[in-house]
């Protein structure tokens, strides 16, 4: 056990033993109305979902779905932490999507997409016309791309409805897809792509974004190169177009490997595909995610486990019905999208909005236009997408007449103040709200309050979900009492379906990652020796709500998206002048946080701005913009200890106006007042405490 604890990946959070002191803050109650009509307002829910009932109170979710065969296990805990759910069932994830939902619902709005230029009419997706654009697209994904189930498939598409058509038509065949954020650069997807082992990337030739036409086809011959030099030969580039017929994109079409869906397309107009019937296990997706080493990691979803956690979770925490508009404003490209636009509202024969721009283009008003013409009544969005609504135009909501019952923040800590503006303001004081806490892995939500049972309380996640046994650590493997006010590593003590399976083609990096800190024997096969370790730190208040702090490990979470220091530092390293790189986060009033780079240059290269600049594109080029730094300094040395390990923590201090703490230890002390005085000038003012994310940042000495 010793060992296990010592282990590489164990990420040393001592620090999160400081004490530290919220306000508490009051309870806000749902409304009757809200409570009156919600599909989980029964208290006998925390009962069924009890640990006497578990694991077979996810029962209740998986029979949300339908089966082509019933499974025989619910948990199968023989080969830890490689849990199986629902063993011995067999399903189809677009059946459940889609086909199920025809007899009833075939004339109702699937997905309304919503185009960035306003001027553009909304589209509104039926049932009956999501199950034909499926079943065609599957088709051709089948005959003319040669997939089968088991293949993977890398998707690289913006906002647009071609985008979940795509997935669920691989879902229909049992074919893996792996989509990667529109936003990410050619060569992240490269990446995504050799490391997946794809074969064919679907792509699309341009879409809007703050009133501009983007390129994006462009990233498709570099995504291709990026692939090739890592061994992955990529045999078609399938092209959604933004208009049908009329392309969008400078890049050229190259014949015989590149070609347009649309036309394509043609050749299986009425088709219809048997849903593929998979294993409950069968893997569903893979979607990439930042880590604290430079390589993104494939979290790998399975079909049954995930499908029924999502539904779930969509029905009693989202409490989306068959009749409501829901509008989750995330990107389907994250795994909010996946779970909360995609699976879950379809799984639940919803009407889910799509939205292909920026919330505030053309002006602060365009979020709520949108809901008041759709009639939304259930809103999903992050914390930096409140703080920008409110800068833009705090007072916008009320001039609209629309009105949630429900809306949830996800992705970052919210303040009480930000909270509350969401609240009184955008949910007209009407809106039950639930701060959803989870991760890419998780599949769906962990902590959040139960809408209709639970109080709210501003700044906290809650308490676990249905049948989510959360704690709070310490680094001796002791719980840290509720109450207690002193901050810990969350983990979540139980296995649940929604959990991932593995990491694609990584199982020892899988257990390195989110096992082996906490795990009490690795030898055994019962589930209460292996809890999961989400790199988070917490507060466990007395009611037993979570208040999250951030990560306690090398990820950087930029508006609600994670970035790892490692692969932002890696691509400064691809730079023939830069000797080191440091990439430590930054407070942003809208973004929560921002990196900020440091770098030193190797011997006889002069600082200048161009250095800098070049800094700054290299890494949009290798990661995309969303990883753009606020500043790079080019500093003469970095602070390091006596055995050479870069302080990320002293520097991030210095960026954040913080205490630097003792830094006598240090091999080159003074290098950290040179530093200070570039970055802060020579009257700084420094401030004594600030967020725990930082003062954990990059490990304790
Ligand atoms: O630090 C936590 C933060 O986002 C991280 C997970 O990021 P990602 O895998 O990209 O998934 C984002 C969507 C679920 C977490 O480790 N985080 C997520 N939700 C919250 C949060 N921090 C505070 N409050 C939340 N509600």
Same mark, same amino acid.
């Given at each position: 056990m010793a060992e296990i604890r010592e282990s590489k990946a164990a990420v040393q &959070? /001592? =620090? @999160?033993q400081i004490a530290v002191h919220w306000r508490e803050e009051e309870y806000f109650y749902p409304s009757s109305k809200f409570v009156g009509q919600a599909n989980l307002s029964d208290p006998g829910v925390n009962e069924r979902f009890s640990e006497n009932n578990f694991p077979e109170c996810f029962r209740e979710y998986a029979d949300m779905l339908s089966w082509d065969k019933y499974w025989?296990?619910? !948990?199968?805990?023989?080969d830890p932490p490689f849990w199986k759910w629902f063993v011995g069932g067999k399903l189809n994830a677009s059946y459940n999507c889609i086909d199920r939902h025809l007899e009833k619902y +075939?004339?109702?709005? @699937?997905l309304i997409f919503v185009p960035e230029p306003e001027q553009e009419a909304t589209v509104a997706v039926t049932y009956q016309e999501l199950y034909v654009r499926v079943n065609e697209m599957a088709a051709l994904l089948r005959e003319f791309a040669g997939l089968k189930a088991g293949d993977r498939v890398t998707i690289h598409m913006p906002m647009i409805p071609e985008l979940p058509i795509t997935m669920l038509a691989c879902a229909r065949l049992g074919v893996i897809h792996s989509v990667v954020f529109g936003g990410f650069s050619g060569e992240a997807c490269g990446r995504r792509i050799a490391d997946s082992g794809s074969r064919i990337l679907i792509t699309a030739d341009s879409y809007y974004r703050s009133g501009k036409m983007i390129d994006?086809?462009?990233n498709a011959q570099i995504a291709l190169d990026i692939a090739k030099q890592e061994g992955q030969p990529v045999d078609k580039v399938l092209v959604w177009r933004r208009?049908?017929?009329?392309y969008g994109s400078k890049a050229p079409m190259i014949e015989g490997r590149d070609y347009f869906v649309d036309d394509e397309l043609l050749k299986f107009s009425g088709r219809i595909i048997e849903p593929v019937s998979m294993?409950?296990?069968?893997?569903l997706f893979l979607m990439y995610t930042s880590g604290s080493t430079g390589k993104p990691k494939g979290c790998q979803h399975r079909t049954g486990g995930y499908l029924a956690y999502v539904t779930g979770t969509s029905k *009693? !925490?989202?409490?989306?019905?068959?009749?409501d508009v829901y509008w989750c404003?995330?990107?389907? %490209?994250?795994i909010t999208g996946h779970s909360y636009i995609v699976y879950g509202p379809l799984a639940l024969a919803a009407t889910t909005v799509l939205y292909e %721009?920026? $919330?505030?283009? $053309?002006?602060?008003?365009r979020v709520w236009r949108i809901a008041e013409r759709l009639n939304v009544n259930i809103f999903h969005t992050s914390p930096t997408a409140i703080r920008q609504l409110r800068k833009a135009?705090?007072? =916008? $909501? @009320?001039k609209y007449k629309y009105h949630f019952k429900h809306m949830t923040t996800v992705g970052e800590p919210i303040e009480p103040e930000v909270w509350r503006w969401y609240h009184d303001v955008v949910g007209k004081g009407e809106a039950v709200i639930v701060d959803t806490w989870w991760q890419t892995e998780t599949?769906?939500?962990?902590?959040? &309050?139960?809408? @209709?049972?639970d109080p709210m309380k501003p700044g906290s996640a809650g308490? %676990?979900?249905?049948g989510i046994y959360p704690t709070v650590f310490d680094e001796n493997n002791e719980d840290v009492k509720a109450g207690s006010g002193k901050a810990g590593n969350i983990c979540i003590r139980n296995p649940w379906p929604?959990?991932?399976?593995?990491i694609w083609g990584d199982r020892d990096r899988f257990v390195d990652q *989110? *096992?082996?800190? *906490?795990?009490? #024997? /690795? +030898?055994?096969? =019962?589930?209460?020796d292996w809890p999961y370790f989400a790199a988070d730190g917490a507060v466990l208040a007395a009611d037993g709500y979570l208040r999250i702090l951030g990560r306690? #490990?090398?990820?950087i979470n930029v508006a609600g998206h994670r970035l790892g220091t490692k692969e932002i530092e890696s691509a400064c390293l691809t730079?023939?002048?830069?000797?080191e790189a440091a990439v430590v986060p930054v407070v942003d009033d809208i973004k929560g946080r921002i990196p900020e780079v440091y770098v030193s240059l190797v011997p006889g290269i002069q600082p200048s701005q161009e250095i800098a600049d070049k800094v700054t594109k290299t890494i949009e080029t290798i990661i995309? +913009?969303?990883?753009? $730094?606020r500043k790079v300094h080019i500093v003469p040395d970095m602070p390091k200890?006596?055995?050479?390990? !870069?302080m990320r923590r002293v520097l991030a201090a210095i960026s954040n106006n913080l205490s630097t703490g003792?830094?006598?230890?240090?091999?080159?002390?003074?290098i950290v007042e040179s530093v200070r005085e570039m970055v802060q000038g020579k009257e700084s003012v420094v401030v004594k405490d600030g967020p725990d994310d930082l003062k954990q940042f990059g490990g304790v000495e």
């Open positions: &959070t /001592s =620090e @999160a025989h296990t619910t !948990l199968d805990t023989n +075939k004339n109702k709005a @699937a994006h086809k462009a208009y049908r017929g009329q294993d409950a296990e069968a893997p *009693y !925490l989202q409490d989306i019905h068959p009749t404003m995330a990107d389907i %490209g994250w %721009g920026v $919330p505030t283009f $053309p002006d602060a008003g135009g705090p007072d =916008e $909501p @009320a599949g769906g939500f962990l902590c959040t &309050t139960k809408p @209709a049972i308490p %676990g979900a249905p929604g959990i991932m399976q593995t *989110y *096992y082996r800190k *906490y795990c009490k #024997d /690795s +030898k055994s096969k =019962e589930w209460h306690v #490990d090398d990820v730079l023939p002048e830069i000797a995309g +913009k969303i990883a753009r $730094p200890t006596r055995s050479g390990k !870069l003792d830094i006598t230890t240090l091999a080159n002390p003074d």
